[in-house]
């Protein structure tokens, strides 16, 4: 008896959504034999913020893709830092040493422009559209196949990874009674700039409803990024930047200093959103959701590019079986979104004589050595991707 032949669209893979989990997901996928086109509805790929912390657990996923020490040789090392108060003192110094001896890698940052462009390189040309508005309309099921509408016409594909963000439409379509996101009551700034003439040591500093962070990387430029509480939908009355200035500028250097160095036009503000309560699953029959919009968290664990990461080379793994995917990511991912919200709400307090205790629980903490902080690093750093070999090109 011959073998009944599969449907010509069972091998296609339709990646809705260019970001990083979108075009993780379309190597993953590509390396395990699919054929894959991305589409983007944004003009380019020029990503929306200005740069992405690397942990451990997404550079273990970057290496079954073999693209792991490439990311290591153009990102920069989070060395010496730590936390400190408006008025500049160090409640708790970290060394990256630390990091490393734990879990084998220390934290990397790097522009996400060049993640992106580490990521494209390993895709055929053509394999990425953009400019193209996509939408799942179909999420197919065992016997017919997911269907995605673009501007020139209908796509069918054997599986769909909804990889479009916070405000995923995607998650709409498979979950419409999913109430979706809701505002995690503070909005954030990020900017490049060049080095300003002061010492640069990597930190962040609490302050009463408010969260500065200086970091430096390869090519000499500083990445910063601030929070604030604020009602949602809110924008400067004149610019980012005097915004900025009215509500860090008085703070310790280098703060004034890399405030000095920005244009108005570079600062890049959007409102934080996490996904509650989590989604019943991250697929639907031949769609799975990846990224934020499968499980947006605030950023305050540095986590929600590393798990978009994650997802992705999980997916691969399971992408005969998606079920398989959502019990392998849905209650990791579902945990890191609560334990996200709750850090943000311990750091982001408005409440003085809470931030006061906060920070002096912190600075005891740290005089007992950095063990207690690598700690809180486990069940995170040290996930391993279930394609634990390395593999090499």
């Known amino acids: 008896m011959s073998a009944v032949p599969r449907p010509s669209w069972s091998s296609q893979v339709v990646v809705v959504g260019g970001g990083i989990g979108g075009l993780t997901a379309a190597v993953a996928l590509r390396q395990a034999g699919r054929e894959v086109v991305v589409l983007e509805r944004a003009p380019s790929l020029e990503p929306v913020g200005a740069a992405i912390s690397l942990a451990p657990n997404a550079l273990r996923a970057l290496d079954v893709l073999g693209v792991g020490d490439e990311v290591r040789s153009r990102a920069a090392r989070v060395r010496e830092g730590g936390m400190r108060t408006p008025s500049g003192r160090w409640l708790a110094r970290t060394d990256a040493a630390g990091i490393t001896e734990r879990f084998g890698d220390p934290l990397l940052l790097l522009p996400r422009s060049t993640l992106v462009d580490v990521l494209t390189a390993r895709l055929p040309a053509g394999a990425v559209r953009t400019g193209c508005r996509a939408a799942v309309a179909d999420p197919g099921d065992h016997g017919r196949p997911a269907r995605v509408t673009t501007p020139d016409g209908e796509l069918a594909a054997g599986l769909v990874v909804g990889a479009d963000g916070i405000h995923s439409p995607a998650r709409g379509v498979l979950f419409p009674e999913h109430p979706g996101v809701v505002y995690s009551g503070f909005t954030t700034w990020r900017v490049m700039v060049p080095a300003p003439a002061v010492e640069i040591v990597s930190h962040e500093t609490w302050g009463p409803g408010r969260l500065w962070g200086t970091h430096r990387l390869t090519d000499g430029r500083i990445y910063a990024y601030a929070a604030a509480m604020t009602p949602a939908g809110g924008k400067a009355a004149d610019d980012e930047k005097a915004e900025l200035l009215r509500l860090f500028g008085h703070w310790h250097e280098p703060v004034p200093s890399v405030l000095a160095a920005i244009r108005p036009q570079d600062v890049l503000r959007h409102d934080v959103h996490h996904v509650a309560p989590p989604l019943p699953a991250y697929h639907r029959g031949r769609v799975a959701l990846v990224g934020d919009a499968a499980h947006a968290m605030p950023p305050t664990l540095g986590q929600g590019g590393n798990q978009a990461i994650e997802d992705a080379v999980v997916l691969a793994h399971h992408a005969e079986d998606l079920p398989a995917y959502t019990a392998a990511r849905l209650p990791r991912t579902s945990a890191l979104v609560t334990r ?53 090109e």
Do not use: C, H, Y
Not at 363 to 368: D, E, H, K, M, W
């Open 340 to 392: 996200s919200v709750r850090t943000s709400r311990l750091g982001m307090t408005r409440n003085r004589p809470a931030a006061a205790l906060r920070n002096a629980a912190v600075a005891a903490l740290s005089r007992t050595g950095p063990a207690f902080f690598l700690r809180g690093l486990d069940g995170i750093a040290d996930w391993r991707p279930p394609q634990s070999e390395r593999r090499t």
